[in-house]
């Protein structure tokens, strides 16, 4: 991703859209250490997803 070549979205748009947790989460788990990756909006459903989890024990209490 470079955001000079502008091939990377804006992080305000994605935490705007999914939120902080969602975003470390999707590019901790889709990036393995030393190599590049295609980043995808799509993605980040997975660190929504995730992120989600741990907000619902709440809703139990």
């Known amino acids: 991703m ?3 070549l502008g091939n990377s979205p804006d992080p305000l748009d994605v ?3 999914y939120g902080a947790d969602a975003l470390r989460f999707t590019i901790n ?3 393995p ?3 590049d990756v295609l980043f995808s909006t799509e993605k980040t459903e997975i660190g929504r997803n995730f ?3 741990f907000g ?3 809703d139990f209490y």
Do not use: D, R, T, V
Request: aromatic content about 6%; charged content about 20%; overall charge neutral.
């Open 56 to 58: 619902m024990p709440e």
């Open 51 to 53: 992120a989600n989890k």
């Open 2 to 4: 470079s955001k000079s």
């Open 33 to 35: 250490l030393g190599q």
């Open 15 to 17: 935490i705007s859209e």
């Open 29 to 31: 788990y889709i990036a």
